[in-house]
């Protein structure tokens, strides 16, 4: 006899700010209705020019974290690490009133001296490039007292423009429609998944909004909260965590541009 009551998935919604601040607002409204955890990653931009908007979504108990998103950070020194996480640490942490545990760089990217920067400020958790397809997986190298979260990446099946986090702009970039994406949200088989939207994209046009809302809609998944999400995480030597640096596209080559994306119909 079939299982009537399958184990859903868990799953982390991760909004990361694209200096966005109406889709930001936006996507923290609709989470606060669901009463539904995420992460929500601010770049210095939003800090500093939105730092009500980022004390009130704050306030209703969101966990925000830093991300620098001119560069990645692979092979880049110590002192440029530590510096560009401190900053962001010091503004998200006056804008909150809460600590900053958790760090991302452009493309997820990390090295070692992430690991030791994070550790030195306090950090418990980084971001990383999906490593294991689709599926999301939580690390903790034994020489370091941070963990490491390895988001979701795109299908193997789209992986011609190389990998990507599973996310509105990375199925956007490659010419995927919001059907299309909400037809993989849909498909995904993993136990575990970190699900990322964008705050210029998913946040303020129709279409990517809606295939999000769609999937929120199904509730096949257990959505977790940031300390609920990395309570077992896979204990190994910091060489023996698989690390993704590729990055094969640099420019994106949408089905539609975004401007010609259709508008969330916001009240006046």
């Given at each position: 006899?079939?299982?009537?009551?399958?184990?859903?998935?868990?799953?982390?919604?991760?909004?990361?700010?694209?200096?966005?601040?109406?889709?930001l607002k936006h996507w923290a409204d609709e989470l606060k209705k669901r009463n539904m955890p995420a992460c929500?990653?601010?770049?210095?931009?939003?800090?500093?020019?939105?730092?009500?908007?980022?004390?009130e979504?704050?306030?209703?108990?969101?966990?925000?974290?830093?991300?620098y998103n001119e560069k990645p950070f692979w092979n880049e020194s110590y002192d440029f690490q530590y510096e560009e996480i401190r900053i962001m640490?010091?503004?998200?942490?006056?804008?909150?009133?809460?600590?900053?545990?958790?760090?991302?760089?452009?493309y997820f990217a990390y090295d070692e001296n992430t690991l030791k920067a994070a550790e030195a400020l306090g950090l418990k958790f980084i971001f990383a490039r999906g490593a294991a397809g689709t599926k999301a997986v939580l690390y903790k190298p034994e020489e370091y007292d941070v963990q490491i979260l390895s988001v979701s990446n795109i299908p193997a099946s789209m992986t011609e423009m190389g990998t990507g986090s599973l996310c509105d702009e990375s199925l956007w970039s490659r010419g995927e429609s919001p059907e299309g994406f909400k037809s993989i949200l849909f498909s995904?088989?993993?136990?575990?998944?970190i699900i990322v939207a964008q705050t210029h994209l998913s946040g303020v046009k129709l279409h990517w909004w809606n295939a999000y809302q769609d999937f929120l809609d199904a509730n096949i998944v257990n959505w977790n909260s940031l300390d609920e999400f990395t309570s077992n995480p896979v204990v190994l030597p910091n060489t023996r965590i698989p690390?993704?640096?590729?990055?094969?596209?640099?420019?994106?080559?949408?089905?539609?541009?975004?401007?010609?994306?259709?508008?969330?119909?916001?009240?006046?």
């Open positions: 006899m079939p299982n009537s009551n399958p184990k859903k998935t868990d799953g982390m919604l991760l909004v990361l700010d694209r200096q966005n601040a109406r889709g929500i990653a601010i770049g210095k931009v939003m800090a500093e020019q939105h730092g009500s908007l980022i004390a979504i704050a306030g209703r108990g969101f966990e925000f974290c830093g991300i640490k010091d503004k998200i942490e006056s804008r909150t009133g809460k600590l900053m545990r958790l760090f991302g760089s452009k995904l088989k993993e136990e575990r998944i690390i993704n640096t590729e990055v094969k596209y640099m420019e994106p080559n949408p089905r539609i541009p975004l401007e010609q994306e259709p508008d969330y119909p916001f009240e006046a």
